[in-house]
């Protein structure tokens, strides 16, 4: 169980277009989702908070007019970078968790594969 | 504020025992977790410890001492395998992950 599919895994854009990544989980709701990034031998990093039906959290320094957040229902969320630039080219991963109850069941993030995006 | 603290990088051989480490100074705790990271992919769960002591998982168990603010991720018989960047992240009064940098294990045959 507690399984998170992340699409795509990889893609290569020209600068100035636009990439949209999508999170699901499959096998459970997820109240809350995470995106991260992280650039080779760095730690995660992490961009926004995104939870059901509401606007997402950015984190200081994270522009959400570029980084765009949807979390349009329990087991779906999508980020979409828009105008994409060479320094966006990173690894975008996906988290969701079930909520908190300070259980290990609920309160776990679990993990999307990730997806690399290079911007040409 | 919160701060996390474990080593950079460990050399082990394969087969043997490692401990790797991590401190933490936290307003607020709801439980602390570790992950594993291969290179090139998504961090993977671990386990979670909430209250004190030692939870056991097969080959891998995991320590928590509140009191101290510490925890230790154990990994007995090693495998080539368990090459990979190891995490403690800490959650926060507000159900946040607070990310350590990772610690780069490297197994040795």
């Known amino acids: 169980g507690a399984v998170v599919s992340q699409h795509p895994s990889w893609v290569i854009c020209k600068s100035g277009t636009s990439v949209k990544i999508e999170c699901r989980s499959l096998d459970f709701q997820a109240t809350t989702m995470f995106w991260y990034r992280q650039f080779p031998k760095q730690s995660l990093m992490l961009m926004a908070t995104s939870n059901e039906g509401s606007k997402a959290t950015y984190e200081q320094g994270v522009e959400k007019d570029k980084f765009l957040i949807n979390h349009a229902s329990l087991t779906l969320s999508t980020l979409t970078v828009t105008s994409a630039h060479p320094e966006d080219s990173s690894f975008y991963i996906c988290?969701?968790?079930?909520?908190?109850?300070?259980?290990?069941?609920?309160?776990?993030?679990?993990f999307g594969p990730g997806t690399r995006l290079t911007v040409l | 504020g919160q701060n996390i603290d474990q080593p950079t990088e460990m050399t082990a051989t394969e087969g043997a025992i490692v401990q790797i480490n991590c401190t933490y100074q936290t307003s607020g705790f709801n439980g602390l977790f570790w992950y594993q990271q291969h290179a090139g992919e998504a961090p993977t769960f671990l386990s979670y410890?909430?209250l004190d002591g030692l939870e056991e998982k097969g080959r891998f168990s995991s320590f928590l001492s509140r009191s101290k603010g510490y925890s230790y991720l154990l990994l007995k018989e090693l495998q080539m395998k368990d090459s990979a960047s190891y995490l403690c992240a800490l959650m926060d009064s507000n159900y946040q992950l607070i990310w350590g940098a990772g610690t780069k294990l490297i197994i040795k045959p």
């Open positions: 988290s969701a968790r079930i909520g908190t109850s300070g259980r290990e069941h609920t309160d776990t993030q679990y």
């Open positions: 410890n909430v």
